[in-house]
């Protein structure tokens, strides 16, 4: 039996190929779910796909940092809390000046 042959675009995302959308999913670091969404959305284009999983990740809020403990946020606020000058490359130094 003969199979029709598939034309294949650089640009388009076939939806029925896995290994297509595995490794767009991959790239874009995104779930199947979120994938199935931006799809729906914009249209299997992959610039388009990438565009939005972009835009997607920008709005996502970010990492948050971890808050030092109390006892040395109160040592930094009375000033208890000194920084060796010699350590810190600024001891000799003048602006403007090369060394």
Do not use: F, H, W, Y
Not at 64 to 89: F, H, K, M, N, Y
């Amino acid at each position: 039996m003969m199979m029709r042959r598939r034309t294949l675009s650089r640009n388009c995302l076939d939806v029925r190929d896995r290994v297509q959308v595995k490794v767009v999913r991959k790239r874009l670091k995104l779930t199947d779910a979120q994938l199935a969404d931006i799809i729906r959305k914009t249209g299997n284009s992959i610039s388009a796909i990438t565009k939005e999983a972009g835009a997607r990740q920008c709005l996502s809020l970010p990492k948050q940092i971890e808050t030092p403990p109390a006892a040395v946020i109160a040592a930094t606020r009375t000033g208890c809390l000194t920084v060796d000058a010699s350590r810190s490359g600024m001891i000799g130094r003048r602006r403007g000046t090369r060394m």
